[in-house]
């Protein structure tokens, strides 16, 4: 027969989250968003795949998206999430309060994990991925157009020195306190 203490850290081990992997360009929303779920033994989407092709051309040809071109982008985002049976870990930048606040209006229960790191380290990230759509030319736009989480957002902060195993056992430990 199992104990009190070992129920109950079973309930938290197997209690379904819903978790954005939040921040700019190469912070590592893919990376640990990935390794997060696996480690939580969820699903994991890539905010990427989920954006209007318009989208994509938009950003690809350096122009960074507007309020009117995230929102349909964020609805299935926060619809997505809001049918996840399980655990599901979504990549998404989630730049500014309210595109969380629409996420969370689909699905009110959603935490945020949110990479944050220096323009320097940012920058040289997305220079190593030269295949990717994104060009470096709308980091500073990224970061310009962040707001931080707000002190009663549900969510906690990384730095994006800390190698992903490290951030994914912290984000996990405190998702699962
Ligand atoms: N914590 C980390 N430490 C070292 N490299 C990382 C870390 N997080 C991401 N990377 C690398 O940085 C690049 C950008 O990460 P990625 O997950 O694609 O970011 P995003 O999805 O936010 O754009 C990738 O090449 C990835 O391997
Ligand atoms: O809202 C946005 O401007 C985009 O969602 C952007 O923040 C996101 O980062 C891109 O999808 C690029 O993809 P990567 O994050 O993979 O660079």
Known sequence: ????????????????????????????????????????????????????????????????????????????????????????????????????DLIRSAAPDTVFVHMRGSRELLAERMAARPEHFMPLSLLDSQLGTLEELEPDEHGVAFDVAEPPAQIVREAAEWLRA
Do not use: Q
Not at 11 to 17: E, G, M, P, V, W
Not at 27 to 37: E, F, M, R
Not at 77 to 82: E, K, L, P, T, Y
């Open 1 to 100: 027969m199992s104990t009190a203490v070992e129920r109950a850290e079973s309930d938290a081990a197997s209690r379904t989250l819903h978790v954005i992997a939040m921040g700019v360009s190469g912070s590592g929303k893919s990376t640990v968003g990935a390794l997060l779920a696996e480690e939580l033994g969820g699903e994991f989407v890539d905010g990427d795949d989920l954006h209007p092709a318009a989208n994509v051309a938009k950003m690809a040809a350096g122009t960074p998206l507007d309020d009117d071109d995230r929102a349909p982008w964020l609805r299935e985002i926060g619809a997505r999430m809001a049918a996840a049976t399980g655990t599901m870990v979504i990549g998404c930048s989630a730049l500014k309060r309210s595109y969380r």
